[in-house]
């Protein structure tokens, strides 16, 4: 007899999201009350999934679905930040018309593909819940349907992302071939000999996740999809899928593939140093802040991937941590954006900014404070976050990555810089709206606080992930 | 139970940022009053641990240590005779930075002040942190303060400057953050105290070395990368460029001292023909530069960086009289280049000009101005009976005996020192009044002239009393070079 009791998050969720669906086609008008019961629902997912914290790993299905604290908790982030994501772009998802029954519907589904995603230990697992996760999104990139760039978006993502699925499925096929198991613990029992078959293989896999976290040189999707689609779809973009994708990094490479690391740590640090100085340096140019934001977030990935680089627990914690701090980033940041609106109609461009300090001194403030913790200065946040990756770095003496990242930050500041610029040293332009939700405010004071006053006591967050231990 | 004395000191002005930061920003006086109130309240708390300060102790003295990150780093701040006057620097500088604004900030006041008392803040803690991760977290988060009040109160090119003042700091600053790491991997702590014990295994100390030097060389500023110094000088607002001068430069001298020198004696004796080069390079380049400014900001910034250049040539002497010297002479350079901008600062909010060309004749109309500057630029140049005489006769005495030639070059400084200065002096404040508008000018209100006059005093007080300062140091500094002497020997009898 099979415990369904460990999955009950997941049960809850895929009943509720039917449901919702049977509400949403019986009663008319029924947006509003879905939207707000989606989020609902989303606390009550977490308040089940931390109720059911196991003491011990916990192995379900024969053994392809496991739970254990560390996917407990990723679980947890991930619907704490879906929460937050669809409490901030309420209000823009009423004015711009995408308030449909199936925009909260396809969120959640989503959430549930990235859930399962993180606790998969199966090959077969692992692929439905990515598959389910993106066919959402897809929908929801081209949600925006008189848009032409909403649905260009969304065929892009929906052509490149098939192809890396493609891709991924190829290397799982070959994995299979090679190890005759799709199950994470088989194959590593049975992938000791280094075998090219299973290298190709992990590459390949590599290459799909890579392309689900916009790390370089799998990335060109990024800046128009996220340019293109509905800001409160970029915002779920940003920070969701990387979740649940630098997860699935995690327990792909510190799970069947632990053996190989010296195979498969030269393609990580390619990866992370592609991103780092990548997204730095492509970021300058860039005039939209949506824009922007997929560099800066490219660039991130890249510091989140140097700590699994290293093949350590320090290095693991430290990406998840880094991983918390930027969500927190990114969903301040993207209040901010929900906020620059003038007669309904809301503003992206770095223009936009200019002057903000003098109408707008709050938000403004607000708003340096995330910049200047997204460009790591101390003592924000953001710095905490990228000394910690650099010390587990420097550990392993890796010292050319630790001096390429740390380069590639001074590049970084340059933009985020030069936004502080527009809004403190430029001229002011006409006012924007005031009259923004409660959630909207809530959310950008409570984070940006975080981010400001994280130094006086940083053991918060790191207590969360002290007891991951993966090797 | 002690009193967290020094923790308070740190963390006083940002409390007073934060009741400001709840002032409706239109009471102004309210506002200034605050502000004055908190950091002469620091002042005054600074002055009371020089007086409880045991100078007869080498050891770092009212040590707080608490767990900040778990089984990582531990916040760590505590003073000796060499911090303990950098403190009283900052704290002595900032009621004067406070007073000046009436006249130099139209808008925006209360950011200001806001920003001037979080520098407080940060600088004191760069003074007294005795762990390598939170020096570095004082000392990078002066950026955000300093980029601010450059670029949103300073002059016509501020964007530029400020953009080269934060990137310059921030490129010079990264290396160092990743030396402080791998000195946690290799010595297992970054307590600065547990460092000087355990000592650096030699074999890593120059690497580690050059990347300390890539931050301080650049926040020194020592040639050639001291370019951004003039720009940042001259777009700040006057209170800003008193901080830059007075305080910000002094903690890269700190650093030198109390990192460089003292966690890594092997490589500080490896590099010292460099650091003479560059600070010889730094006294002559930067005062034949200085001397071709026609901009007057600019001329005191080059000036800046020649004296900074004489700082770093006497603490790597390693001679009592050279590091004594040079900690003299950044304390003198505080008061006195505190002093000169804001006098610069008081013609500039008149007529709003920095031309050396738009003055001439300034005694006619502003005599109590006069004599002030007159002092100041003694002081400047090294006269004797100023503060600047003590600290440059010492750091050469220092030098004469490790090189006769470097000390004779570095002398020649002295005398374009002079030159520039009297020159500067002479255009501005003699000559025929030529310009109609300067007729008009009003010699110094009241705050002015309390301001500089304190200045002016204490430039003349200890420079024929240099005592207080150096019965603080003088136990420090002899037991560091004794300490850095037995590292020194110690490697040398291993290696034979």
């Known amino acids: ?471 | 139970m002690n009193f967290p004395i020094i923790s308070s000191l740190i963390l006083l002005p940002s409390i007073g940022a934060l009741f400001l930061f709840f002032i409706n920003s239109k009471n102004i006086t309210g506002i200034k009053y605050v502000s004055l109130f908190v950091s002469i309240i620091n002042f005054l708390i600074s002055i009371y641990l020089w007086f409880i300060f045991d100078q007869s102790s080498s050891e770092f003295q009212f040590v707080e240590s608490r767990v900040w990150i778990k089984d990582f780093i531990n916040y760590k701040v505590g003073i000796d005779g060499i911090s303990i006057l950098f403190i009283i620097l900052t704290t002595f500088i900032i009621p004067l930075c406070i007073l000046s604004v009436n006249s130099s900030i139209k808008n925006r006041l209360k950011e200001f002040l806001i920003a001037i008392l979080l520098m407080e803040t940060l600088m004191i803690g760069v003074f007294c942190s005795l762990d390598l991760v939170i020096f570095y977290l004082f000392f990078e988060g002066g950026l955000i303060p300093m980029f601010l009040i450059i670029g949103i109160w300073g002059g016509e090119r501020r964007v530029y400057s400020a953009f080269k003042f934060f990137l310059f700091t921030l490129l010079g600053s990264v290396l160092m953050l990743i030396a402080v790491i791998s000195i946690y991997w290799i010595a297992g702590t970054t307590d600065v105290e547990e460092l000087y014990k355990l000592g650096i295994d030699p074999k890593y100390q120059n690497l580690l070395w050059l990347a300390f030097f890539s931050s301080f060389a650049v926040k020194t500023p020592m040639w050639p990368v001291h370019t951004w110094l003039p720009d940042a000088h001259v777009e700040a607002p006057t209170a800003g460029s008193v901080l830059l001068a007075a305080i910000l430069l002094k903690m890269a001298g700190y650093g030198f001292i109390r990192f460089s020198i003292g966690l890594f004696p092997v490589a500080s004796e490896y590099f010292v023909p460099f650091i003479f080069v560059i600070s010889l390079i730094a006294i002559i380049y930067t005062s034949l530069v200085a001397l071709m400014q026609d901009d007057i900001k600019k001329l005191i910034a080059y000036s800046s960086v020649a004296h900074m250049g004489f700082v770093t040539l006497g603490l790597f002497t390693f001679t009592q009289q050279g590091v004594e010297g040079g900690i003299f002479q950044m304390i003198s350079h505080g008061i006195v280049s505190a002093a000169l901008f804001f006098s610069v600062g008081v013609v500039y909010d008149r007529t709003h000009s920095r031309l050396i060309n738009d003055y001439g004749g300034l005694v006619n109309v502003m005599p109590k101005y006069s004599i002030l500057l007159m002092v100041f630029t003694l002081g400047s140049l090294g006269l004797p009976g100023t503060t600047g005489f003590i600290g440059e006769f010492l750091i050469l005495m220092g030098t004469f005996k490790k090189s006769f030639l470097v000390a004779a070059i570095a002398s020649l400084g002295v005398i374009l020192g002079a030159a520039y200065m009297l020159w500067l002096y002479k255009r501005v404040v003699f000559g025929e009044l030529t310009n109609q508008k300067l007729l008009k000018m009003i010699d110094l209100n009241k705050v002015e002239l309390f301001i500089l006059t304190l200045l002016a005093l204490s430039i003349i007080f200890f420079g024929f009393y240099p005592d207080p300062f150096s019965n603080t140091y003088s136990v420090s500094v002899e037991n560091f070079l004794s300490e850095y002497n037995d590292k020194l020997n110690n490697y040398n009898l291993q290696n034979q």
Not at chain 1, 183 to 211: R, T
Not at chain 1, 447 to 455: A, E, Q
């Open chain 1, 1 to 471: 007899m099979i415990n369904l009791f460990y999955i009950s998050t997941e049960i809850f969720l895929s009943l509720s999201i039917l449901s919702l669906l049977l509400i949403g086609v019986f009663k008319k008008k029924s947006e509003s009350f879905i939207y707000n019961f989606s989020c609902i629902i989303l606390l009550v997912g977490l308040a089940i999934n931390i109720n059911l914290n196991p003491q011990s790993p916990i192995d379900l299905f024969n053994n392809s679905y496991k739970i254990n604290y560390f996917t407990t908790l990723i679980k947890s982030v991930i619907l704490i930040s879906a929460f937050l994501v669809m409490l901030c772009s309420l209000n823009y998802v009423k004015q711009n018309d995408i308030l449909k029954i199936e925009y909260p519907i396809l969120i959640l589904s989503s959430i549930l593909g990235m859930i399962v995603m993180v606790s998969s230990n199966d090959l077969i697992v692992f692929y439905v819940g990515l598959e389910l996760q993106s066919l959402a999104l897809y929908v929801l990139a081209a949600f925006k349907r008189d848009d032409i760039f909403s649905s260009e978006s969304g065929l892009k993502y929906f052509i490149l992302s098939a192809l890396s699925s493609g891709l991924l499925l190829y290397g799982c096929s070959l994995i299979y071939g090679f190890s005759s198991s799709t199950n994470f613990d088989l194959i590593y029992q049975n992938s000791e000999s280094i075998e090219y078959g299973i290298i190709f293989g992990i590459v390949f896999i590599l290459v799909g996740l890579a392309f689900k976290i916009t790390a370089v040189p799998f990335h060109m999707w990024a800046p128009d999809v996220y340019d293109g689609s509905p800001t409160s779809v970029t915002v779920i973009f940003a920070i969701l899928p990387k979740i649940a994708a630098l997860t699935v990094f995690i327990n792909f490479l510190y799970g069947p593939f632990l053996e190989m690391f010296d195979q498969w740590q030269a393609v990580i640090i390619f990866l992370s140093i592609g991103s780092m100085v990548f997204g730095a340096v492509a970021a300058i140019g860039q005039k939209k802040l949506k824009r922007l934001i997929a560099y800066s977030s490219i660039s991130h990935m890249g510091f989140a991937l140097a700590g699994l680089s290293v093949g350590t627990n320090e290095g693991i914690q430290n990406s998840i941590i880094y991983l918390i701090i930027y969500l927190i980033m990114n969903i301040a940041f993207f209040c901010c954006l929900f906020m620059l609106k003038r007669e309904n109609q809301y503003f992206d461009k770095v223009e936009d900014l200019s002057g903000l300090s003098k109408n707008h001194p709050l938000l403004s403030l607000s708003m340096m404070i995330i910049l200047f913790s997204l460009a790591g200065i101390p003592p924000l946040a953001g710095f905490f976050a990228k000394f910690y990756i650099f010390t587990a770095v420097i550990e392993q003496s890796m010292y050319f990555l630790a001096i390429v990242g740390l380069l590639s930050t001074v590049i970084a500041a340059f933009y985020y810089i030069r936004l502080i610029k527009v809004m403190y040293f430029d001229e002011q332009k006409e006012k924007y709206d005031l009259n923004h939700s409660l959630g909207l405010k809530m959310i950008l004071v409570i984070s940006s606080t975080i981010i400001l006053i994280y130094f006086v006591n940083p053991n918060i967050i790191n207590n969360f992930v002290s007891d991951i231990t993966l090797i």
